[in-house]
């Protein structure tokens, strides 16, 4: 699979690709979830959020969104040789349960489809009730709980 480059996505919840601006804010939202829920266990620091954020530019097989502006939520896809892409989201706590997530993540499924990509997964604890059913909202099949993570996975 090539390294490719996504187009934007038009409308109200446009991505763009992330900046190191964007780091401060995205290490806050994902300090307000719950640290169980999260595939570490821990918050990190903000120098190690920083450090990883540097990194993830950089990396050829990582993608790094946010949309809004103000930025409201950061998306990441972490490809695989196998035309194959992981999937996260966070979301600013403050647009949280209002349908921004569903929209997001049907923009990244779109993003994926036109890179060809041919499947989308994710990795959520079971405890994540939001993120479960927005990723079964979304169409993705789910298995598991396995060590207490459900998986998730979409064919497009």
Request: proline share 4%.
């Amino acid at each position: 699979m090539t390294v490719f480059d996504f187009k934007k996505v038009g409308g109200q919840h446009a991505l763009r690709l992330a900046k190191i601006a964007d780091a401060a804010a995205i290490w806050d939202w994902r300090n307000a979830i719950p640290s169980e829920h999260l595939i570490t266990n821990r918050h990190p620091s903000i120098q190690e959020h920083l450090s990883w954020f540097e990194h993830a530019l950089l990396d050829p097989k990582r993608r790094l969104y946010v949309s809004g502006t103000p930025p409201i939520a950061h998306l990441r896809l972490d490809l695989s040789d196998a035309n194959t892409a992981v999937v996260s989201i966070v979301l600013d706590p403050s647009v949280r349960g209002q349908g921004v997530g569903q929209r997001l993540l049907a923009s990244m499924t779109d993003l994926g489809r036109d890179a060809g990509i041919n499947v989308l997964t994710a990795q959520v604890y079971f405890e994540n009730a939001a993120s479960v059913a927005l990723f079964s909202k979304a169409g993705y099949t789910q298995s598991g709980p396995t060590d207490g993570l459900c998986n998730f996975k979409l064919e497009l």
